[in-house]
């Protein structure tokens, strides 16, 4: 009779044991949304360092070596891309690639398959100068885009634009 | 029994009832924070959390970036010519001069919207100056701009203190590499060095450049280029194109790791391939602020252009000058006389231009000689001082003298003396005698050419440019004795050379310069010997006048209207 006194009941242990168990699960389940989030927190900070990074890369370089040759020289760029061979009139347009020149592969983890840097230099429109009919862009865009996969295979992307005008600071 | 049974089933029903209270509400808890996942909030607070943040601060990011770009925009627009006017309050830029990029005005800014990306959300940039009130005196127009990006609701602002570049901040620059040029001996550059190594048609560096400097490992005391400063010493050209000598026995040997404290105060290596800087090919800046916005006299003599009887301009000299001889007078010689020589005709002019910032006013004085004595037409006294251009629309054969004092009051300076004179672009200036600061005059027995042995200037010492196409020392003096030691006191720009005349035959002696020294091609002033005697013509003791940094001869040319940075901020706001 005292053995059975202190003992639990059936019903206690099954509770018990599905308490748990659904506690368990429903913790289990929130797990991986917290792991992605800080995943992709952290993946969108370095995407943005990256930016920031490349931006001023492109700043030093100064507006007379916003070009192919110039670019991939000073390691800016991977290759030439489709940027232009010389760009002293900022006419120029064109893109190149600094996956490889900035190492993106470290970057971003192994399911993000594709991760790639792109830059985009165009003249700044609005900086159009027409002397004796030739046309100049003492400005230059330059647009910076990250693009990486997420832990659920989706593209996540961050760009940004500055303006790189050719005069200088001194 | 009874006791007993009734306590077993009151036990198992309150765990039951807990039990199932407790997972309900962790149900709820943990459905909850599912529910709301991607929002502040829930079990998955710390995922969240950090990339909320993580998207704050790439916004925070890309405002700082937009601001960034409104900043350099402004600086090209300033470097465009885009500002006419100097207001003396807050303005947009498209206020003060040029239309702004296409931007519109709004609120006091120009304000414009850059897309961040080619389908990504546009941010905004506001842009506004603060010029100085000083900007319509000073050698060098100062300005403040403040640029505001905005992003996705995240604001940053920078401001930035500009002044304007001066060509004048060089010790030495050259646009061309010097023809087989040694930098060698005792040859010390106390500011800052750019050699453009440009070809001869000025539209590339010349890949056939090539400069020898001759180096010692002596640590500072063998540094050729002592100025600890940016741009200590840059060049368009490329490593390759500067020979390394070793002093010791001549072999190439270029500096690399701790050796460069032997060559550079700065005990970096030289900057290469920097972009050049384009020297000016005219004289317009100088030749409109002597003529202070009236019209351009016809007729041969020397004029100060006038409002009424207020001095508006800086001197004016119509035609050739045979003749410009400069001396300093009165209470500490703080007044400055010129007196400048021409021939009209058969007529000889003699106009004496009398400056005095002390009383604030301006005596000018003409005088003619046909052949019969001078004649002197009454004095034209003017209230007010020029503004130190001294313009010549022809050459200038003839140049010596002293050159006033600032007035002081204590060490503070009150009123300066502070002149550029500036031929036409196609016109030259020879100096025969020395050009020197009253306050540093270490011998004057000889009245043509003034002597000084200093080094630097000092504050209330007057400040001297000269801008034209061809500096000469001459090899006489005006009196005729051989001009062995010359002094000048000035930072020269010429758009061709600067050299000494007959620098292989004419005697040996020193060339002091205190100043700058900036020409299209570096000129010859002496020949040495392989020891370094010199066996003819000028030995050059270079001195950079450091005031040039912060306040250059008047109107002396900029780089091609480029500003300088002073000092660059993130702030928490605009200044209104």
């Given at each position: 009779m005292k053995r059975s006194k202190k003992a639990f009941t059936m019903l206690e242990v099954v509770l018990a044991i599905v308490f748990f168990t659904m506690m368990t699960l429903l913790i289990a389940a929130t797990l991986p949304m917290a792991t992605r989030s800080s995943r992709q927190s952290s993946d969108t900070v370095q995407a943005s360092s990256l930016l920031l990074h490349k931006i001023d890369q492109l700043q030093g370089a100064t507006y007379a070596r916003l070009n192919a040759p110039d670019l991939e020289n000073l390691k800016i760029v991977d290759d030439a891309g489709t940027l232009p061979a010389a760009n002293l009139d900022g006419t120029g347009s064109g893109g190149a690639s600094f996956t490889v020149a900035d190492n993106l592969r470290a970057f971003f983890p192994d399911y993000s398959a594709q991760p790639e840097g792109r830059v985009e230099i165009a003249p700044y429109l609005p900086s159009q100068k027409v002397v004796a009919s030739v046309v100049t862009y003492p400005v230059v865009q330059a647009t910076v885009t990250v693009t990486w996969k997420d832990s659920r295979r989706q593209v996540r992307s961050v760009s940004m634009r500055a303006l790189l005008p050719k005069a200088k600071l001194q | 029994m009874k006791p007993v049974i009734r306590k077993r089933t009151n036990r198992g029903m309150a765990l039951a009832a807990a039990m199932g209270i407790l997972l309900m509400i962790l149900a709820v808890l943990v459905l909850g924070a599912l529910a709301t996942a991607g929002a502040r909030g829930g079990l998955t607070s710390t995922g969240d959390s950090a990339l909320s943040s993580a998207r704050k601060r790439n916004e925070v990011q890309t405002a700082q970036n937009l601001a960034d770009s409104g900043m350099r925009l402004t600086l090209q627009w300033l470097s465009d010519g885009g500002m006419i006017s100097n207001p003396l309050t807050a303005k947009a830029p498209s206020e003060l001069g040029t239309p702004f990029f296409g931007a519109t005005l709004a609120g006091g800014y120009n304000v414009l919207t850059l897309p961040q990306g080619p389908t990504g959300p546009a941010g905004t940039i506001k842009v506004r100056l603060y010029p100085y009130a000083s900007n319509d005196v000073q050698n060098r127009r100062l300005f403040v701009a403040e640029s505001v990006g905005s992003f996705s609701g995240a604001t940053q602002t920078i401001r930035m203190a500009l002044v304007e570049g001066s060509f004048a901040r060089y010790a030495f620059f050259s646009d061309h590499a010097p023809t087989n040029w040694w930098v060698a001996g005792n040859t010390r550059f106390n500011g800052p060095v750019h050699i453009n190594g440009l070809n001869a048609a000025g539209t590339g560096v010349d890949p056939a450049a090539t400069m020898n400097i001759l180096w010692d490992t002596a640590g500072a005391t063998s540094q050729i280029f002592g100025y600890n400063g940016p741009g200590s010493f840059t060049t368009s050209l490329s490593a390759s194109q500067l020979n390394w000598h070793y002093q010791s026995n001549g072999n190439l040997w270029t500096p690399s790791g701790g050796y460069w404290a032997s060559v550079t105060a700065t005990g970096a290596s030289p900057d290469f391939e920097v972009p050049p800087v384009k020297m000016p090919v005219v004289t317009t800046k100088q030749h409109d602020a002597a003529l202070g916005g009236t019209l351009e006299p016809t007729s041969i003599g020397v004029s100060v252009p006038a409002s009424g009887s207020s001095a508006v301009g800086g001197v004016f000299i119509k035609g050739d000058v045979s003749a410009m001889k400069l001396s300093a007078s009165g209470p500490n010689s703080t007044v400055q006389t010129m007196d400048i020589y021409q021939t009209d005709g058969p007529t000889q002019v003699r106009t004496t231009v009398t400056v005095d910032p002390g009383s604030n006013s301006t005596t000018v004085l003409r005088q003619t000689n046909s052949g019969s004595g001078w004649a002197a037409a009454p004095p034209t006294v003017l209230t007010g001082v020029p503004n130190g251009a001294i313009y010549s629309s022809g050459s200038i054969s003839s140049l010596s003298g002293i050159l006033a004092n600032n007035v002081m009051s204590g060490s503070t300076v009150v009123k300066t003396n502070d002149f550029t004179l500036a031929t036409a672009s196609d016109k030259d200036v020879q100096i025969t005698g020395g050009v020197v600061y009253a306050n540093q005059v270490s011998d004057a027995s000889n009245p043509?050419?003034?002597?000084?042995?200093?080094?630097?200037?000092?504050?209330?010492?007057?400040?001297?440019?000269?801008?034209?196409?061809?500096?000469?020392?001459?090899?006489?003096?005006?009196?005729?004795?051989?001009?062995?030691?010359?002094?000048?006191?000035?930072?020269?720009?010429?758009?061709?050379?600067?050299?000494?005349?007959?620098?292989?035959?004419?005697?040996?002696?020193?060339?002091?310069?205190?100043?700058?020294?900036?020409?299209?091609?570096?000129?010859?002033?002496?020949?040495?010997?392989?020891?370094?005697?010199?066996?003819?013509?000028?030995?050059?003791?270079?001195?950079?006048?450091?005031?040039?940094?912060?306040?250059?001869?008047?109107?002396?040319?900029?780089?091609?209207?480029?500003?300088?940075?002073?000092?660059?901020?993130?702030?928490?706001?605009?200044l209104e």
């Open positions: - | 043509n050419n003034p002597l000084s042995s200093a080094a630097q200037a000092d504050a209330s010492s007057g400040t001297f440019g000269i801008v034209t196409r061809k500096v000469q020392l001459a090899e006489t003096d005006a009196g005729g004795n051989p001009l062995t030691d010359v002094s000048v006191h000035a930072t020269v720009m010429a758009l061709d050379t600067f050299s000494a005349e007959n620098p292989t035959t004419r005697p040996s002696g020193n060339f002091k310069l205190l100043g700058g020294y900036i020409v299209k091609d570096s000129g010859t002033f002496g020949r040495a010997s392989g020891t370094g005697t010199m066996l003819n013509g000028l030995r050059v003791t270079r001195n950079f006048d450091s005031r040039n940094v912060t306040n250059p001869p008047p109107f002396f040319p900029s780089e091609e209207n480029a500003f300088q940075v002073i000092s660059y901020q993130r702030v928490g706001g605009p």
